[in-house]
């Protein structure tokens, strides 16, 4: 007579204990603290170095001398730039410069308030973004831009971050920096720029492969004509006296 087949036992799988739960925690929190203080050391080295040394290229200047076969830029200081330049570029893109430290809350909340339709980015947003990080509008770049901008404006001078700007903004396809836009333009080094001619090349920043300097549509002398009387004012009003010596 057949004996009874034995039923097989289920193994059972043992739930982990919690001391167990508790030191993987542990390990993971140390790791995420680690990674965090990493990211800050690079960041706060790379703000230090560019403070000094003047960024050789940009992610999107390399990607647009890889896609024309080379762009035109030439590194120059702000003391070979007309005092007007700047004034004109802060007029046109970030009138409060010398009165934030990065973030312009209140242009912040006016762009919330206009529904998301204008921008807010200050000048110094807009060198971490071209210096350190990519274009884009994705939610990870702006936090990253948000949370560099003030370590560089901790370490670097409103000056300096004006001059970085004025070297690596793009004013036209394939031209760089306001050396080469003065040249490219107006047939001029950037150390003789007119008001009038820096109004213009402000003028053109938000679509600098759109608008012309040298032959501007009426919307752009309409915009350079109120660049024009925004950078008298806020020389008049101190508001350059963070970057004018």
């Known amino acids: 007579m057949a004996e009874p087949r034995k039923q097989r036992s289920r193994r059972t799988r043992s739930k982990p204990s919690q001391p167990r739960v508790a030191a993987a925690l542990r390990r993971l929190l140390r790791w995420a603290l680690r990674g965090v203080v990493v990211m800050l050391a690079v960041v706060v080295f790379a703000a230090f170095f560019y403070a000094g040394v003047n960024p050789p290229t940009t992610p999107y200047m390399f990607a647009e001398g890889r896609r024309l076969g080379g762009v035109e830029q030439t590194w120059v200081a702000m003391d070979g730039i007309a005092p007007v330049m700047g004034r004109s570029v802060v007029a046109a893109e970030d009138a409060n410069f010398c009165l934030h430290w990065g973030l312009d809350v209140t242009a912040i909340r006016a762009a919330m308030d206009a529904g998301g339709a204008r921008g807010a980015s200050t000048i110094s947003q807009q060198v971490v973004k071209n210096v350190y990080l990519w274009h884009g509008r994705t939610l990870w770049r702006k936090a990253l831009e948000a949370a560099i901008t003030p370590v560089v404006e901790a370490v670097w ?63 752009v002398r309409a915009r350079a004509g109120r660049i024009l009387d925004g950078a008298e004012t806020i020389r008049v009003d101190g508001r350059a006296a963070c970057f004018e010596r």
């Open 157 to 219: 001078s409103k000056r300096r971050i004006l001059e970085v700007y004025l070297n690596i903004a793009e004013f036209d396809t394939g031209v760089f920096g306001v050396q080469a836009a003065a040249r490219h333009y107006f047939g001029v080094d950037a150390a003789d720029l007119t008001p009038v001619q820096a109004a213009r090349l402000a003028a053109i920043l938000p679509d600098p492969k759109g608008r012309s300097a040298s032959n501007p549509s009426q919307q």
